[in-house]
T-cell receptor, first 110, second 117 residues
Framework: GQQVMQIPQYQHVQEGEDFTTYCNSS?????IQWYKQRPGGHPVFLIQ?????EVKKQKRLTFQFGEAKKNSSLHITATQTTDVGTYFC??????????FGSGTRLQVQP | GAVVSQHPSWVICKSGTSVKIECRSL??????MFWYRQFPKQSLMLMAT?????????EQGVEKDKFLINHASLTLSTLTVTSAHPEDSSFYIC????FGAGTDTQYFGPGTRLTVL
């Protein structure tokens, strides 16, 4: 079945440093979505990427969808303590359910 | 954006009892809802796809007789964990897709934390 891998599993940064998490799917995706989950909370939708090579920005967050629509990345510039949480990518192959990546847990040291 | 609610938000029960979790789409109709399970420090794993008016589709390894899903209306799906055991303790999250206006966006409920003693 479809697999979505995410790296790294965990990253600890100093506040102000940049952070990137990478997502790779074993199959071509119709779109990819990114979610953030705070400890004890539920996943919160961040963004959806649909087009090959698409790049979207949300303030300090930059999302990219690969040309082959099988990989994606999330980059955070100048991290803040409020960025702490686990970031999940979720691949949509069009079968309606999402396949979640393993997640990257971000810890930001003040 | 659209809202999906879940009830209860948390539940503690004794081993052997059954627990029902409700998932509601509050301001849109959802012909399809999804049930996910998340164990501590792990990712969300799809358990089943709930289809309004028909049987749910279960993922491989998920026991359909243990996790009963009913999608009786366009705004409500229920997941019943029957004869719950401690290994069923987990965070159960539902989601619903809003296909209205071509958005095809998936909205997640706040989750239900189940603890089986």
């Amino acid at each position: 079945g479809q697999q979505v891998m995410q790296i790294p599993q965990y990253q600890h940064v100093q506040e102000g440093e940049d952070f990137t998490t990478y997502c790779n799917s074993s199959t071509t995706l119709s779109n990819i979505q990114w979610y953030k989950q705070r400890p004890g909370g539920h996943p919160v939708f961040l963004i959806q990427l649909v087009k090959s090579g698409e790049v979207k920005k949300q303030k300090r967050l930059t999302f990219q969808f690969g040309e082959a629509k099988k990989n994606s990345s999330l980059h955070i510039t100048a991290t803040q303590t409020t960025d702490v949480g686990t970031y999940f990518c979720a691949g949509d192959t069009g079968r309606r359910a999402l396949t979640f990546g393993s997640g990257t847990r971000l810890q930001v040291q003040p | 954006g659209a809202v999906v609610s879940q009830h209860p938000s948390w539940v503690i029960c004794k081993s052997g009892t059954s627990v029902k979790i409700e998932c509601r789409s509050l301001d849109f109709q959802a012909t399809t809802m999804f049930w996910y399970r998340q164990f501590p420090k792990q990712s969300l794993m799809l358990m089943a796809t709930s289809n309004e008016g028909s049987k749910a589709t279960y993922e491989q390894g998920v026991e359909k007789d243990k996790f009963l899903i009913n999608h009786a209306s366009l705004t409500l799906s229920t997941l019943t964990v029957t004869s719950a055991h401690p290994e069923d303790s987990s965070f159960y999250i539902c989601s619903a897709r809003d296909f209205g206006a071509g958005t095809d966006t998936q909205y997640f409920g706040p989750g239900t934390r189940l603890t089986v003693l």
